[in-house]
């Protein structure tokens, strides 16, 4: 339940999207056969930047952020 907490947090947040970021950063400066790393890198942007938490389903928590932190306060 920490995992979850942590993860529809700000601080939670902020790491999916910096690691999204950097996944796309680093995917772009080695190009070639890294260049697949864009995808998951948007993917963690996108969630990062609009509140969801894909893993949440797996410990029986709601997908939106706002309704995790509303469940686990």
Request: with cysteine.
């Given at each position: 339940?920490?995992?979850?907490?942590?993860?529809?947090?700000?601080?939670?947040?902020?790491?999916?999207?910096?690691?999204?970021?950097?996944?796309?950063?680093?995917?772009?400066?080695?190009?070639?056969?890294?260049?697949?790393?864009?995808?998951?890198?948007?993917?963690?942007?996108?969630?990062?930047?609009l509140?969801?938490?894909?893993?949440?389903?797996?410990f029986?928590m709601?997908?939106?952020?706002?309704?995790?932190?509303?469940?686990?306060?």
């Amino acid at each position: 339940m920490g995992f979850v907490r942590f993860m529809s947090s700000t601080a939670g947040r902020w790491t999916r999207s910096l690691a999204g970021v950097a996944l796309v950063v680093a995917a772009v400066s080695l190009g070639g056969a890294w260049l697949w790393l864009i995808a998951p890198g948007a993917v963690f942007i996108l969630v990062g930047l609009l509140d969801v938490c894909l893993l949440a389903p797996l410990f029986r928590m709601p997908l939106a952020g706002r309704k995790v932190r509303d469940r686990v306060a």
